[in-house]
């Protein structure tokens, strides 16, 4: 079975541009979550989403938005970039919330 | 703000040598994932305990929950150069619409 994919990997931005990641779940697993790695702030929630319903977001201003479609892929958007978008950004996926949650290998954001 | 906070920080250790991590948290759980990860790279589940559970065991890998306490530990038998990573313990909450929140992990190193 696949696991989870991340695209791209890695990515280049400009401040006050947009950027758009993409998270493929394993197959048959409906929930998805995203988190952002810094080395100062650790590991931060996000969003989580449970057959195309947001169930929970983290503290992040507006400018961080997500969905999923009904295959259960998800999309992560960031608009209006800053320099402190810069991190890794993780994806997890679960059969449903409550069971064990397989992240991808992340998508590199560098923003300059 | 993080759940599921991970002491020590750091630990070096020699191989052969047995590692043990603990994870704290605050309110009631649902379950605890435990994850490991090598630098920059994503997260590799490793073991999930539920909030009924009080040990759980996989390969050199010891999980325990004292939910009186609040408390999990991690151990990690025999240890090898291999292990070396970042290990972090992942909450969820008890109740609806919770999601998973990461603490801010454990570095360890084991010296050949």
């Known amino acids: 079975k696949a696991g989870v994919t991340q695209t791209p990997r890695y990515l280049i931005k400009t401040r006050g541009q947009q950027v758009t990641l993409s998270c493929s779940p394993i197959?048959?697993?409906?929930?998805v979550s995203w988190y952002q790695q810094t080395p100062g702030q650790g590991l931060q929630f996000l969003f989580e989403?449970?057959?195309?319903?947001?169930?929970n977001k983290g503290n992040f201003p507006g400018r961080f938005s997500g969905r999923q479609f009904s295959n259960s892929r998800s999309e992560m958007n960031v608009s209006t970039l800053e320099l402190g978008d810069s991190a890794l950004y993780l994806c997890?996926?679960?059969?449903?919330?409550?069971?064990?949650?397989?992240f991808g290998q992340g998508t590199r954001l560098t923003v300059v | 703000s993080q759940q599921g906070e991970e002491d020590p920080q750091a630990l070096s250790i020699q191989e052969g040598e047995n590692a043990t991590m603990n994870c704290s948290y605050k309110?009631?759980?649902?379950?605890l994932q435990w994850y490991r990860q090598n630098s920059g790279r994503g997260l590799v589940h490793l073991i999930l305990?539920?909030?009924?559970?009080r040990e759980k065991h996989s390969g050199r890998l010891r999980v325990t929950l004292d939910t009186s306490k609040k408390s999990s530990s991690l151990l990690i038998t025999a240890s090898r150069a291999a292990d070396t990573a970042s290990y972090f313990c992942?909450?969820?909450?008890?109740?609806?619409?919770?999601?998973?929140?990461f603490g801010a992990g454990t570095r360890l190193t084991v010296k050949p």
């Open positions: 305990i539920r909030s009924n559970e």
């Open positions: 989403y449970f057959s195309e319903t947001q169930r």
């Open positions: 309110t009631s759980i649902n379950n």
């Open positions: 997890a996926s679960s059969v449903q919330p409550n069971t064990e949650a397989f």
């Open positions: 197959s048959g697993h409906r929930s």
């Open positions: 992942a909450k969820r909450n008890g109740g609806n619409n919770n999601d998973m929140r």
